[in-house]
């Protein structure tokens, strides 16, 4: 990875660390000052500062990842591959073109349990599982599925690049504090007695993450039916 761009100045020299950073120069810059250890490469601290930002659209679904796809199954497919940048999902599935709700079900057994064998029909029917959509009954004709699911973040790479899904006010304490912790817990590594920084940055950065989870999270991850005195079996109101 070429980081010849970024140029990064000295956290402590220009005061970065009084700042809010919130690009990937200046989150590297401040990690930098921070750690201040010459065998940390600007590489290490990209790579741990992507690793944080992924792990944080792991923990919560953040509205900004939200997104939709239309994945397209042949007469006879019961399966088709799931958007590759999925991450969370699908929550949402509806028919094309007739726009029916596909109900989906947590896993694969239950999908089987819902609807036995691979009868042709209207598809009614949904799992996700193995990067793939699963569906029942298999289409009698080519079909569309819209769904409704969380993407990955698009990776740090350019100096000017910021987190992105990350609430801003959130993203530079997070991501900082995760990166530290793991380029300390390396550097403290063999160390006598305890690992004082690691600890400490780790605390740090349970505390963001917490009101992170707070804030956009936990959610189901899966859409739950409620039954109804008319729908006492949750089937819901496309069903004949």
Known sequence: MALAAISLPRADAEGLRRAL??????????VAGIVGDPGVSEEDIVRALGRGLYAAAGAARLPELATRARISLEPGQADAALPADLMHGPDAAVLLPACGRVRLAPDLAALRRLAPGQTPGRVRFGAAAGGRLHVRPVPREGVGIEIDYYRLPQPLVGAGDKPDG???HLAGPLLVAFACRELFERLE??????????????RRYEAWLAELVALHGPQQTEPVDVP?????YGFGEDWP
Do not use: F, I, M, N
């Open 166 to 168: 990350l609430p801003l």
């Open 189 to 202: 590594e063999g160390a006598d007695g305890s690992k004082v920084q690691t600890l400490a940055y780790g």
């Open 228 to 232: 109804t005195g008319r729908d006492p």
């Open 21 to 30: 950073p919130d690009t990937l120069a200046s989150l590297v810059a401040e």
